[in-house]
């Protein structure tokens, strides 16, 4: 199990960029495969991107693909999605989530498949 805390969101303007982060606690972050999701005011959560423990698979849901990016820093337990060209529907509470996996270069889209959560960032992009 790890401890999960998210960072990086604000209001910003429609076409700006902004970068959120996801902390772990602990010593095997590098055993997990990550993810975020987001969950827009009375909508189910979704998923936007994920990435493998190794960090050399990626995947994204198509809404994102081309303006967000998901990277991760093995060495300093976390994991980073990178959002640009961001338009109003985008905004949305954005979470990170967490699977332990044994292949290095598994990704996961499904979000029952994630054990670990963090509490949330509130990402608001204005018209």
């Known amino acids: 199990q790890v401890q999960l805390v998210e960072s990086g969101g604000g209001l910003v303007q429609a076409g700006g960029s902004l970068r959120l982060s996801c902390t772990a606690s602990?010593?095997?972050?590098?055993?997990?495969?990550m993810g975020w999701f987001r969950q827009a005011t009375e909508k189910e959560r979704e998923f936007v991107a994920a990435?493998?423990?190794?960090?050399?698979?990626?995947y994204y849901a198509d809404s994102v693909k081309g303006r967000f990016t998901i990277s991760r820093d093995n060495a300093k337990n976390t994991v980073f999605l990178q959002m640009s060209s961001l338009k109003p529907e985008d905004s949305a509470v954005y979470y990170c989530?967490?699977?332990?996996?044994?292949?290095?270069?598994?990704?996961?889209?499904?979000?029952?498949?994630?054990?670990?959560w963090g509490q949330g960032t509130q990402v608001t992009v204005s018209s």
């Open positions: 989530a967490a699977a332990k996996v044994t292949f290095a270069f598994t990704v996961i889209s499904s979000k029952t498949a994630y054990g670990d």
């Open positions: 602990g010593r095997t972050f590098s055993s997990y495969a």
């Open positions: 990435i493998s423990r190794s960090g050399g698979s990626t």
